[in-house]
């Protein structure tokens, strides 16, 4: 995870494109700037982040199911529920399913989890369409390597 990037994917540990299905992983920083302020003597991860990383994992899922053709874009957060605090250090593993597909836009759920715990959960609906920018296409196609996105999915 690199807060100072917004990246907060570290590797995909399962893909199924028939389930439609992803499962991610993210190491939560043991120290960053962000929780000093967010608590001070409590520090733990913000729910927004949380969110976002649920986010990021769907947006994986959509890449794949569409075979990198379309770009998704979070459009709304609906249901998203914080169930329990993320702490620095902590290992999330997240998981995301698409529920439906259509019209140029995507549903997916979305749980984060540390160890067998719920942390958070939401249903996320994203605009999809073709890249808007070749840049960042060639962006997208590194961090799939680099986050291990099976190449596979990356063709028609």
Known sequence: MNLDYFQLIDRIVEFNLEARTIVVEAQVPQAHTIFEGHFPGFPIMPGVLLTEAMAQSSGWLLLGVTRFERMPFLAMVKEAKMRGFVSPGQLLT????????????????????????????????????????????VHMDAMASKIGFPLQAMTP
């Open 94 to 137: 997240i998981e995301a399913k698409v529920e439906h597909e259509g019209s140029g836009f995507a549903v997916t759920s979305a749980k984060a989890r540390v160890g067998t715990e719920l942390k958070c959960s939401a249903d996320l609906t994203f605009r999809q369409i073709p890249f808007p920018d070749p840049s960042l296409r």
